[in-house]
Structures are given as C-alpha cells and as structure tokens.
C-alpha cells in the first residue's frame, strides 16, 4: 500500500521559518506536490519536485530526496495568511493509468503574531 | 488560466434521496478529473478516477453505483450520490488534469450534509 507521513501540527511565529517534513513509502512513485488549503476551501498549488534536490519559489521552497523517500516544504518569512493546512501528495504512475495523487494526512500550520 | 469550478458548492438534501455535483473546467480541456472526498481535519480520499468517454476508474471501498460518475465532456464531469444518508455527509472536491501535465487543478469544493 501507499504512505505518507507528516507532522499533524507545527505553530511559529510571524517572520520566522518553518520546515515540514514528509517521508512517503509508495509504489511508482513519479513526484512530490506540496498544496496548501485553507479552511473550508480547496486545495492550492505550491509546488512540485520530480527530481532531487531544492525548488524555491518565492517564500516557499520545497525539497525532494528519492533516495531517502523524503521531501520538505520550507516557507520563510512566515505570515499570518500562511495558516492553514499543508498537504504532501504523492504523484504514483501506475501501469496503465493516469497519473493519481495520492495525499498525507496534513500539516495544521498556525502563525501566531 | 487553469480554472476549475464546482456546483453546487453547499447541498442539504434528506436521507434516500439523491444529489448530483457538477465539476467543469472553464479554461482548459481536462482530459482526467478526479472526485475526493474529505472528512473534517482529514486528508483528501481519493474515490475515482474518470477519463472523458470512459468509465471511472473507483478505489477500492468505494460503491461505484452508489457515487455515480459521468465524464461526458472534456470539460464536465458529474458525481450523483444516490440513496445519500448521513454517513455520506462529506466535502466532496474535483480536479482535472490536462494530458499533458502533471498538475491538478482543483474544484473549491461541495459541501454535502444529508439530514
């Protein structure tokens, strides 16, 4: 079966830096997305790394590690706004099939002033 | 670009009747969307998958006659529950994929609650 594990809670404060972590045991593994949701709304685009090693995009920043099964989603310059949840997901390439995502269980991120 | 809604986006509807969602992407040509379901502080399940002009692929545990999917278009896929009860009560999100990319874009999200 497929995996993945994240913390399920992690608060900071505003300005500061923040790392979660995800570590995946999957079959047909193709990448790792990072998506953000707030409460009550849809899941949001961050990021994606099919390759190892670090893609930055703005205060966001995520990390792939294909060896260790592990990635990261780094966010700096933490605002209030950046509250909500964050999911890692899993792109698989089963054979025959479109590509699916398969999520983690979320990351409650709380930024406190 | 890369805009995808849903409709309705808040449903009541009492126990044995059925309700139908609407997924449509409105810039784009999805050749895949995919139904999840969401319960409350929980992940995104993901219940099917749909290719236009074919049947949905469901995960395992899922009724496929009871959430029934239609991806008539490459741009409109539909998810009837029927015979809904409240265990069915749930946020129900679509996404849709272009062929050629890895992304989901995805739906804001039905909120279903059956009484």
């Known amino acids: 079966g497929q995996s993945l594990e994240q913390p399920s809670e992690v608060t900071a404060v505003e300005g500061a830096i923040v790392q979660i972590n995800c570590t995946y045991q999957?079959?047909?593994?193709?990448?790792l997305s990072w998506y953000q949701q707030h409460d009550g709304g849809a899941p949001t685009f961050l990021s994606y790394?099919?390759?190892?090693g670090l893609e930055e995009t703005g205060r966001f920043s995520s990390f792939l590690s294909r060896s260790d099964s592990y990635g990261y989603l780094l966010l700096q310059e933490l605002q209030m706004k950046d509250s909500a949840s964050y999911f890692c997901?899993?792109?698989?390439?089963?054979?025959?099939?479109?590509?699916?995502?398969?999520f983690g269980s979320g990351t409650q991120l709380t930024v406190l002033p | 670009g890369a805009v995808v809604s849903q409709h309705p986006s808040r449903v009541i509807c009492k126990s044995g009747t059925s309700v139908k969602i609407e997924c449509r992407s409105l810039?784009?040509?999805?050749?895949?969307m995919f139904w999840y379901r969401q319960f409350p502080k929980q992940s995104l399940m993901l219940m099917a998958t749909?290719?236009?002009?074919?049947?949905?692929?469901?995960e395992q545990g899922v009724e496929k006659d009871k959430f029934l999917i239609n991806h008539a278009s490459l741009t409109l896929s539909t998810l009837t529950v029927t015979s809904a009860h409240p265990e069915d009560s749930s946020f129900y999100i679509c996404?849709?994929?272009?062929?050629?990319?890895?992304?989901?874009?995805f739906g804001p999200g039905t909120r279903l609650t059956v009484t």
């Open positions: 997901a899993v792109t698989l390439l089963p054979p025959g099939s479109a590509r699916q995502l398969t």
């Open positions: 810039d784009f040509q999805a050749t895949t």
């Open positions: 749909s290719n236009e002009g074919s049947k949905a692929t469901y």
């Open positions: 999957t079959s047909g593994f193709y990448g």
């Open positions: 790394n099919a390759l190892d």
């Open positions: 996404s849709a994929r272009r062929a050629e990319f890895y992304e989901q874009y």
